[in-house]
């Protein structure tokens, strides 16, 4: 066998209503009493948070929320929360949210434990130092930033740049589905076809694929694929939820071991030059990639074909095909719009977002076709 290292979060606590006694939970399991929630301000003025807020409170927590989070986060906002989080003289980082929130929660508990900055940190491996005790509680099903080792900040103004390093992953991760009931369905679908797109690319990663990480992309990729639609047609409908949720941190745990690679190398530039959500920048270049990619390595596809659609029968090449099938057909029935152009991105615009994605070499790597800029242009022309 191939050797092979796997990490994850050693913690995990997968419980509907579980945020409504969050101050118990955390307090039998750490020392800490001073804690920095990091979220956003939407979520904050719903009233979510409060069951949890309330809980942390009645077991003697000092809290402090700190609302500022933005979709990709940029550099400024990251050292902002900082500041705040350690003039309060936080003891422990939660962050509540989708992955922005949890990606900044993450950088927060690093930059407060050390003196190294965050401009030191890009890239795999450079963080020095440990952190303050870290908490994840996703409240979107997609991301799986609560169990990665990876945050994403924005770098200028159209650059995102990911940090990579063994600290950013949690002490404990928190899944409730109940948090989760109030998303839209529009959101609710690019995030999970996000984490499906995860599921893929740990399969089929061309460096750090292993019998772990097979095994927790294709359960994900079945609970996903399941529960995709109910989840969007009744947001209510806590099976599918959970389902989702679950399916979201499978999918953290395998691309955690085994990166992703082109489809998110080809949607980081549509968010960084057109703020098109992570989820849907990943959903529209999907299939295209997968298509590029089926032309040279169909096998990992045709593997996932059989293990998600039924009856099928065939050589690799079609069953390659099939899947890549199955999966357009599933994200056309969530209603979501799988054109470039009908989220307003320009003809003319595709050369630049070609050249922006051959600088994700972090991601390119993992892909399992070699792709030049001239690909990622045909690519993005596809998708158009
Ligand atoms: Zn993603």
Redesign the pocket.
């Known amino acids: 066998m191939q050797a092979f290292s796997f990490r994850t979060v050693p913690h995990l606590l997968i419980e509907r209503g579980a945020s409504a006694r969050l101050g118990d939970v955390l307090a039998t399991r750490f020392q800490a009493r001073r804690v920095c929630v990091v979220t956003d301000g939407f979520l904050h003025a719903s009233g979510l948070l409060q069951p949890a807020l309330a809980s942390l409170r009645a077991a003697g927590f000092d809290v402090l929320v700190i609302d500022d989070v933005q979709a990709d986060p940029p550099d400024v906002v990251v050292d902002a929360v900082t500041a705040r989080a350690r003039a309060f003289g936080a003891q422990l980082v939660l962050g509540i949210g989708g992955?922005s929130s949890m990606d900044v929660a993450k950088l927060v508990a690093v930059l407060l434990a050390g003196t190294q900055a965050l401009a030191e940190m890009y890239g795999v491996d450079q963080v020095r130092g440990e952190r303050l005790p870290l908490v994840q509680v996703p409240t979107t099903a997609?991301?799986?930033s609560e169990v990665t080792p990876i945050a994403i900040v924005t770098t200028g103004a159209t650059t995102k740049s990911g940090i990579v390093a063994r600290q950013l992953y949690a002490d404990m991760a928190v899944l409730d589905a109940d948090l989760t009931t109030g998303l839209p369905a529009t959101i609710t679908a690019a995030t999970g076809i996000?984490?499906m797109?995860?599921a893929i690319e740990a399969f089929t990663s061309r460096r750090l694929k292993n019998p772990l990480s097979d095994q927790l992309a294709l359960q994900s990729l079945d609970l996903l694929s399941r529960h995709l639609l109910r989840a969007c047609q009744d947001g209510q409908d806590l099976e599918a939820r959970e389902a989702m949720l679950l399916g979201s941190l499978l999918a953290g745990q395998a691309?955690a071991n085994a990166p992703?690679a082109a489809v998110?190398a080809l949607?980081y530039p549509l968010g960084g030059r057109f703020h098109l959500p992570?989820?849907l920048s990943?959903a529209l270049v999907l299939p295209h990639v997968l298509r590029f990619n089926a032309e040279t390595a169909p096998a990992a596809y045709a593997q996932l074909a059989e293990a998600l659609v039924p009856g099928l029968s065939g050589e690799v090449p079609a069953k390659a095909q099939a899947f890549i099938r199955h999966l357009e057909a599933l994200t056309a029935a969530t209603g979501l719009p799988m054109r470039l152009r009908e989220h307003g991105i320009p003809a003319d615009a595709l050369p630049q977002l070609a050249a922006d994605a051959m600088l994700q070499t972090r991601l390119l790597v993992n892909n399992p076709r070699e792709l030049s800029e001239a690909d990622a242009l045909a690519i993005y022309r596809s998708a158009f």
């Open positions: 992955g997609g991301t799986g996000d984490a797109v995860h691309f992703v998110h949607a992570h989820g990943n």
